[in-house]
């Protein structure tokens, strides 16, 4: 039964955090153009009211469906509340202090600068840049600390959320498919797992499954492991890898997620990453995949997705919004493919054939 006060507190609880961000970007921006402006190429397009409202109504939408989604039990309500307010409460003046190395780098067009420390060896070109103008890349600690509490702001609070939706598809599909295996048999892997927090989320959510994590950032996955370690049940299995070379045998996962990976690959990864996802996961199981909207699902929203690379580095994004990613999974074999959009992600769920 739904309790209105609890959900009125959940509704709240996110008005807070997008109310946060947008005083952050709003704060941070004038202090930018006052102490160091954008180069003009850095200046983003202004959007137009009727974007920011749409835009409104579907931040509203998806904190509806969040909601309703722990009401039908794919996720307990306790999730809804969850935040690193020990992280948050450390690491945020830190964001305040980057903010003049960021834009200095940003500005003088400086993409990949990585402190004489960190050994950058051994990992794909691509990956060596500071995606996002991130200090250090994916490469630091501080990087790994700072994630979370920046893209939470940029994304107004709602980014757990979005990664949450990728349990709906996931736990029905599971259901449906292997309902004669075993909770404790079922295996999952979170590719580009980062910090951990989907992770986190498909523990709540299938607590007695065996889950995997993998990710290039030794660093990100240090912090995936304090965050996991910290919670009830099987500790996930983590492992510093490539999503193209995936070190898992033939048909072993039952399920695959991977969040906010796909836009930071150049194109032939991204086809190399699903061709490994489908070679590892068991003929019926399901790869769900959550990243940026793109451009033919809301033509209305160019401005937005034409701003993004501009004022953020993401070298790949731009061919991403337009990259035919059911196309990519039919040409790895996968079928029923079907998309679902929330607030400004895109879901692909794909299957593996039954008699692959
Ligand atoms: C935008 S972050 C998303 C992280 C996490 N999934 C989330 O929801 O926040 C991109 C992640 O992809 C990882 N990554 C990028 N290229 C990768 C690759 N080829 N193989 C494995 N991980 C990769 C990065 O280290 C980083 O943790």
């Not at 290039?216 to 099987?234: D, M, V």
């Not at 032939?268 to 199981?285: K, L, S, T, Y």
């Amino acid at each position: 039964m739904t309790d209105p006060l609890t959900k009125l507190t959940y509704q709240a609880f996110q008005k807070g955090k997008s109310y946060f961000g947008l005083a952050h970007k709003t704060l941070s921006t004038q202090l930018l153009n006052w102490v160091l402006p954008s180069t003009p190429e850095r200046k983003p397009q202004s959007l137009s009211p009727e974007t920011l409202i749409t835009l409104q109504g579907w931040l509203d939408k998806i904190i509806e469906t969040d909601w309703q989604d722990a009401q039908r039990g794919v996720y307990p309500e306790s999730l809804l509340f969850e935040n690193q307010w020990e992280d948050f409460f450390t690491y945020y003046p830190t964001v305040w202090f980057d903010l003049l190395t960021i834009q200095q780098r940003a500005n003088q067009k400086r993409y990949q600068e990585f402190a004489p420390d960190i050994d950058t060896e051994g990992y794909p070109k691509y990956y060596l840049q500071n995606f996002h103008h991130q200090t250090d890349g994916y490469l630091s600690e501080m990087s790994a600390n700072l994630y979370d509490v920046q893209v939470d702001i940029l994304f107004s609070g709602s980014t757990d959320a979005m990664r949450r939706r990728v349990l709906t598809p996931l736990k029905h599909s599971l259901e449906t498919t292997f309902n004669a295996v075993l909770p404790k048999q079922i295996r999952v892997l979170d590719v580009a797992c980062g910090t951990g927090r989907t992770l986190k989320s498909i523990r709540a959510s299938l607590p007695k499954a065996s889950l995997y994590g993998i990710d290039l950032s030794p660093t990100y996955l240090r912090k995936a492991n304090q965050l996991l370690s910290e919670i009830p049940g099987e500790l996930p299995q983590l492992v510093q890898g490539n999503g193209e070379e995936l070190p898992y045998l033939d048909n072993y996962f039952h399920g695959i997620t991977s969040v906010f990976l796909f836009h930071e690959l150049p194109p032939e990864a991204r086809q190399r990453v699903i061709d490994e996802c489908f070679r590892v996961i068991q003929p019926g199981g399901v790869f769900v995949i959550c990243d940026s909207m793109q451009a033919s699902d809301f033509p209305e929203m160019k401005t937005m997705m034409e701003n993004f690379p501009v004022m953020f580095h993401e070298p790949y994004y731009r061919h991403y919004t337009t990259d035919n990613l059911i196309e990519r999974l039919e040409k790895a074999g996968f079928e029923k493919i079907t998309t679902e959009n929330h607030f400004v992600s895109k879901y692909w769920i794909a299957h593996k054939p039954v008699e692959a």
